[in-house]
């Protein structure tokens, strides 16, 4: 199983990222994805999920994204990915992809946003 980050970087205020997430070793079409953040010396916490393939994949946001990012999948390519625009200083941060189905989760190894002028 892998989950495999990318397309972080350095943006100034008001720009925007697409974060990608490339996932590989199971039923990705079954399991919900999410993504969250940790910024230094915080919690990780929760932005986007969508949902699995018998809810048809429903997307939710965090209050501080919504209307900002958007969470999709690419359901032949097992990608999901993370379209963040208006960034704020505020999302800096290591965005992590995660993958759930009941008991079983897994994570990928993150990738560095850092929002600054």
């Known amino acids: 199983v892998q989950l495999v980050e990318s397309g972080g970087g350095l943006v100034q205020p008001g720009g925007s990222l697409r974060l990608s997430c490339a996932a590989s070793?199971?039923?990705?079409?079954?399991?919900?994805m999410r993504w969250f953040r940790q910024a230094p010396g915080k919690e990780r916490e929760w932005v986007a999920s969508s949902g699995d393939t018998s809810t048809n994949y429903p997307t939710y946001y965090a209050d501080s994204v919504k209307g900002r990012f958007t969470i999709s999948r690419d359901r032949y390519a097992n990608i999901v990915y993370l379209q963040m625009n208006s960034l704020k200083v505020e999302d800096t941060a290591v965005y992590y992809c995660?993958?759930?189905?009941?008991?079983?989760?897994?994570w990928g190894q993150g990738t560095q946003v850092t929002v600054s002028s």
């Open positions: 995660n993958a759930q189905r009941s008991g079983t989760i897994y």
């Open positions: 070793g199971f039923a990705f079409s079954t399991y919900a």
